[in-house]
């Protein structure tokens, strides 16, 4: 069983950036389609962006399709989540999720069986 930390959120203007990090221990990263979900407050939890295994394919949500993009380096156990462009709407708390069935990311929560605690990432306008 692979355990989950995420980092890098915090408070940024819109027009920021802010680069996540989904630190991964106990078992290879790279046994584990990843991504990146994100919650605003009183809506439900929504998909960001996904990267396969080795990370030769990625996806992105429209909404952030040319403002983020979602990359790994299993040397490192880690997968990170570059946000440029950042407006109020981001706003929300960002988890990783590792997936250790599929070899390429789906955008269905229920396809992930691991998941992070979560970091805060607010956008003031």
């Known amino acids: 069983q692979v355990q989950l930390v995420e980092s890098g959120g915090g408070l940024v203007q819109a027009g920021g950036s802010l680069r996540l990090s989904c630190a991964a221990s106990g078992r290879a990263l790279r046994t584990y389609a990843m991504g990146w979900f994100r919650q605003a407050p009183g809506k439900e939890r929504t998909f960001v962006a996904g990267?396969?295994?080795?990370?030769?394919?990625?996806r992105h949500a429209d909404s952030v399709k040319g403002r983020f993009t979602i990359s790994r380096d299993n040397a490192k156990n880690t997968v990170f989540l570059q946000m440029n462009s950042l407006n109020p709407e981001d706003t929300g708390v960002y988890y990783c999720?590792?997936?250790?069935?599929?070899?390429?990311?789906?955008?269905?929560?229920?396809?992930?069986?691991?998941w992070g605690q979560g970091t805060q990432v607010t956008v003031s306008s």
């Open positions: 990267i396969s295994r080795i990370g030769g394919s990625t």
């Open positions: 999720a590792a997936d250790g069935v599929r070899v390429s990311p789906t955008t269905m929560i229920s396809t992930y069986d691991t």
